[in-house]
């Protein structure tokens, strides 16, 4: 699954280099938890959380089933 994770924060990090910022894939749990870092604009963006849930989970659970959530690391 990690590098399913991976492939797809690849697609989703063009969008977030674009407004000055990045993702850093920090964990995977046993139970389908990821955990990322936003880095960069995203790291300090009031619009972070928003980031979170509505573009990085959606796309990842979209594509990986064994996905369940998304968290802040």
Same mark, same amino acid.
């Given at each position: @699954?990690? !590098?399913k994770v991976i492939? @797809?924060? !690849?697609k989703v990090?063009?969008?977030l280099q674009a407004?000055?910022?990045d993702v850093e894939l920090v964990n995977i749990t046993d139970d389908g938890i990821v955990e990322v870092r936003l880095?960069?604009?995203c790291g300090s963006c009031p619009m972070a959380t928003l980031t979170l849930k509505?573009?990085?989970e959606?796309?990842?659970k979209e594509h990986i089933p064994e996905v369940k959530e998304v968290r802040q690391a």
């Open positions: @699954m990690k !590098e492939e @797809m924060l !690849e990090r063009p969008s407004d000055g910022g880095k960069g604009a509505a573009g990085i959606r796309v990842l």
